[in-house]
């Protein structure tokens, strides 16, 4: 069977219509699940989603050493360009003791009624700080002129393969799913490129399954995206990837291990 690599970022579950937010203690317990169930990456993100969330690292490190210690996952740090906060607030995840890769989005583009502003010269800036904590970055695109501006990077000597990127649909007012824009943009990646997608907003697994059928590599899932995903009866992450695993396999795809995953995503012709 053909393997795929499922990735998830943990968050609380979903209680009369809002989301809990889990303590540290609560988010190793599920992210030990959500590797039973199949996860390979974990994509963590400072809880509570505040405005400024990135002035007190300790729950996050803590969160950190909990999944270091109790599972295999890799630890994709989240960084993030909110308005208001500094490259060095962006970047505070990345510096923590555990994190293999860090997300660095390609470029600014509008999330609703917010800016996440990237410049250019600010993710070259990011780019040499994540080689100096030997971070690998995942490039996560917004829209097709941040994968232009990639490879701008590549052919500047600041990336280095495999090229691990992440396309992300459907957040407002980014780019909205389709068949036909996939194509396009894994036909402009660059050679030795691992790709994935995150689809927000899903209320069945339609999009994924698409995805995984035109050759996705991971697929990244988490009640924060896609609350409904999957029907009202799930209210967990570990829920919501078994529910993607089962119909993953039906179609002949098996989910990679963690330890296979890293090798793939760190390493040339894995």
Not at 196 to 222: H, K, P, Q, W, Y
Request: contains cysteine; negative net charge; charged residues 25%.
């Amino acid at each position: 069977m053909d393997e795929i690599i499922l990735s998830v970022a943990p968050t609380g579950p979903w209680e009369k219509g809002q989301q809990k937010v889990l303590s540290p203690e609560e988010i190793v317990d599920e992210a030990v699940r959500c590797s039973e169930e199949g996860a390979a990456v974990i994509h963590l993100l400072p809880a509570g989603r505040e405005k400024r969330p990135f002035r007190d690292m300790s729950t996050l490190e803590k969160t950190f050493h909990g999944i270091y210690d109790n599972t295999d996952l890799i630890i994709e740090a989240g960084t993030e360009g909110r308005p208001g906060l500094s490259l060095e607030e962006k970047l505070l995840p990345a510096t923590l003791e555990g994190a293999v890769f860090a997300s660095l989005n390609m470029g600014s583009f509008n999330l609703a009624e917010e800016v996440f502003s990237f410049g250019a010269d600010e993710i070259r800036l990011c780019l040499d700080r994540m080689d100096q904590y030997r971070v690998k970055p995942s490039l996560e695109i917004y829209d097709t002129g941040h994968l232009v501006f990639a490879r701008k990077l590549i052919d500047e000597g600041l990336l280095e393969p495999p090229y691990n990127f992440t396309f992300v649909f459907n957040v407002p007012w980014g780019m909205v799913f389709s068949q036909e824009l996939l194509a396009y943009l894994v036909g402009q990646l660059p050679t030795d490129s691992n790709w994935g997608s995150l689809i927000t907003g899903s209320r069945d697994f339609g999009d994924f399954m698409t995805a995984a059928e035109m050759g996705a590599d991971f697929l990244r899932v988490g009640l924060d995206y896609t609350p409904w995903l999957g029907g009202p009866e799930v209210f967990t992450s570990a829920q919501l990837l078994k529910k993607l695993r089962e119909n993953l396999m039906k179609t002949g795809r098996e989910t990679m291990s963690p330890g296979d995953a890293e090798h793939k995503l760190l390493l040339i012709g894995a």
